[in-house]
């Protein structure tokens, strides 16, 4: 009985640390795009010319501040 009860321990162990090392995985991943869209967002924030986004109806998805200073200045 105490080899069974040592194995069935054994395996809940292994089955537990795979879903712990699965769901690290999906945290780390989560962290990767954020910084991607971060990275993404300040680059085009602050670049020097003006881009904008559109979706297919042609209402704006993303407009950087050179588009909307350009955009209100004529």
Same mark, same amino acid.
């Given at each position: 009985? !105490? @080899?069974? $009860?040592?194995?069935? $321990? =054994?395996?809940?162990? /292994? &089955?537990?640390? =795979?879903?712990? &090392?699965?769901?690290?995985?999906?945290?780390?991943?989560? %962290? +990767?795009?954020?910084? #991607?869209?971060?990275?993404?967002?300040?680059?085009?924030?602050?670049?020097? @010319?003006? +881009?904008?986004?559109? %979706? /297919?109806?042609?209402? !704006? @998805? !993303?407009?950087? +501040? &050179?588009?909307? %200073? #350009? #955009?209100?200045? =004529?």
């Amino acid at each position: 009985l !105490y @080899v069974l $009860v040592r194995r069935l $321990v =054994g395996q809940i162990q /292994r &089955a537990h640390r =795979g879903e712990i &090392a699965a769901l690290e995985e999906r945290q780390h991943s989560f %962290d +990767l795009q954020r910084e #991607s869209e971060e990275r993404l967002r300040l680059l085009t924030e602050q670049a020097p @010319v003006a +881009l904008a986004l559109f %979706d /297919r109806d042609m209402r !704006y @998805v !993303y407009a950087s +501040l &050179a588009w909307r %200073d #350009s #955009s209100l200045n =004529g």
